[in-house]
């Protein structure tokens, strides 16, 4: 919650009093640490529970790590220097996303990878086995069919399936 | 300057084919692994024959842009072997400094000023200059480079031709019409 004390410089002050008055030991002072409510960042970070959640790999790691330990969820030029298009690709890709999650509801074992290659929209995700493959197919061709008309560009699923979904840590 | 990027655009799109492999151990159950891939295959163009002479091409210049540093050296192998298969002279590969674009954001939705976020977004960049090549050369060349450009990678080629120079200034005027110099008073 919010400070009740009041502003943050305020805390700090009195933060800095109590350091050095722990150091002469002087009474009647004593030491208040509190942090402002935006000091950390919560941003695509799942917070420690009681180590029974299951988390893949692109869950437990924070967004930091792109590029370094993570990949990209969704590729495009658009973000590059001297490049436009970013805001277009980034509202397709939520729809996509959104798409893809209700209709693979239950399905999907993790995110949903989404690559431009020229003209052609190559929408990767990894499904559980839930339902029969002759389901699948027919999920497919739907998905790839109303996509590709909503998009006017040619849309390509590529689909693997997996048992169950696969866990990197539990927190 | 031809700058060719990603994004959906109106056209026919080439042919391509889906191959679905399906391995089922037990058919009769519900649960069996599939995959799906896609297969890019285009039409082989025919070859056309032309009386017109071909464009001489003194310098093509190929930068690829993108935020992934390997994707862009694996790239950069890829074109260097194309072009040696070839026998294209390159002349130079080298890598332009990065550009960083920072952004520096409130983190929160109302108040709280003195906290911030910042995002940015880095564009390595990759060039290979190749020298003399004919305009066919070029063109089979940068056809097969942009259709095997990886996702999230742009390219920009800079062509610089090599044109005859034309007849009426190979010759300076001078020699054809005599300027009768008059002394400066």
Sequence with gaps: MAVSLGSTGSVRLLSALARSGSLCSSPGVR??????????????????????KPLTYEQALPPHYIGHRKGWLSQHTGNLKGEEGAAERT????????????????????????KRRGNVLVVCALLLQKHSPQKFYFLIGYSESLLSYFYKCPVKLEIQTLQDKVVYKYI | MMPLSQGPRLGACSG???????????????????????????????IQVTEEPDTLFQKVSIIVKGHDRAVLDSYELFATMAAKELSITISKVYEPPRDVERL???????????????????THYRCIELSHLTGCTAQ????????????????????????????????????????DDKPSQ
Aim: hydrophobic share 35%.
């Design chain 2, 140 to 179: 089979v060349y940068l056809e097969y480079i942009q259709r095997n450009l990886p996702e999230g990678v742009a390219m920009e080629v800079t062509k610089t031709a090599i044109e005859k120079v034309p007849d009426h200034i190979l010759e300076p005027t001078w020699k054809d019409h005599p300027i």
């Design chain 2, 104 to 122: 520096t954001l409130l983190k929160s939705v109302h108040i709280f000023k003195k906290h911030r976020v910042q995002y940015e977004m880095r």
């Design chain 1, 91 to 114: 509202v397709e890709d939520t729809f996509i996303r959104r798409f893809m999650f209700g209709t693979f509801h239950g399905c999907l074992a993790n995110e949903i990878v989404i």
């Design chain 2, 16 to 46: 391509h084919r889906k191959c679905n492999t399906t391995s089922s151990h037990f058919p009769l159950t519900s649960s069996t692994s599939f995959h799906t891939a896609t297969v890019f295959s285009s039409v082989a163009s025919s």
């Design chain 1, 31 to 52: 030491g208040l640490h509190v942090t402002a409510v935006c000091c950390k960042n919560r941003a695509a970070r799942t917070q420690v529970g009681k180590g029974d």
